[in-house]
């Protein structure tokens, strides 16, 4: 079964400086994998996808991520962090039929 | 397009009762898919329903259960709620072909007292 995990239960970076976020991920086969942004009290917001192809992958708000498939890992980066970044990242992965596993997540705080 | 509508937002329950949850996904969109979020547990997957059709399932107790009409809209219902059913009920809808992505709604935050 597929299943993701989520190595850091909290970050804190300071407004300007670059993050990466972690997510490893375990499946059988390429997964679908996903990266999700929530913020307190809200759903889950798309930030970028990867299905196949191209190993970096662009998304909103300025954020990327990079498939490494010898490592099984879907980092997620952005150069440079904005206070509205703030907000909890989920990591996922998807198989068939929208049968989606998400990591535990990992908070971020923004330091002025 | 409009996004992904659940309905109540909040809700306030009393152990022992039954809730019944309601989503409105994309226009489009034929999957529809529950999740629950807890601050121990995570976010969980509950069902999928797709075409009427529930197509797969969770780890979650027969007290949960769901449905999916004609028009995609899908409820889902918790019968017999304890304490730890408290938690935000995630609705997700996509259009169902494997690998699309999942479009949420903001959820409703269920209390158990």
């Known amino acids: 079964a597929q299943s993701v995990t989520q190595p850091d239960i909290h970050i804190t970076v300071s407004e300007g400086a670059s993050l990466e976020l972690r997510c490893n991920y375990s499946?059988?086969?390429?997964?679908?994998l996903f990266w999700y942004v929530q913020s307190p009290g809200q759903g889950l917001q798309l930030l970028l996808k990867?299905?196949?192809?191209?190993?970096l992958v662009q998304g909103i708000k300025g954020f990327e991520a990079e498939f490494k498939r010898s490592q099984s890992s879907f980092n997620l980066r952005k150069p440079s962090v904005h206070w509205s970044d703030a907000a909890e990242y989920f990591c996922a992965v998807g198989a068939q039929r929208n049968d989606m596993r998400f990591g535990a997540g990992t908070r971020l705080t923004v330091k002025p | 397009k409009a996004g992904v509508t659940q309905t109540p937002r909040y809700l306030i329950k009393t152990r022992g009762q039954q809730v019944t949850l309601s989503c409105s996904p994309i226009s489009g969109h034929r999957s529809v898919s529950w999740y629950q979020q807890t601050p121990g547990q995570g976010l969980q997957f509950l069902f999928e329903?797709?075409?009427?059709?529930?197509?797969n399932k969770g780890n979650f107790p027969g007290r949960f259960s769901g449905r999916q009409f004609s028009n995609s809209r899908s409820e889902m219902n918790v019968s017999t709620l304890e304490l730890g059913d408290s938690a935000l009920y995630l609705c997700?809808?996509?259009?169902?072909?494997?690998?699309?992505?999942?479009?949420f709604g903001p959820g409703t935050r269920l209390t158990v007292t």
């Open positions: 499946y059988g086969a390429t997964p679908y």
């Open positions: 329903y797709f075409s009427e059709t529930q197509r």
């Open positions: 997700a809808s996509s259009l169902g072909t494997s690998g699309y992505e999942q479009y």
């Open positions: 990867y299905f196949s192809g191209d190993t």
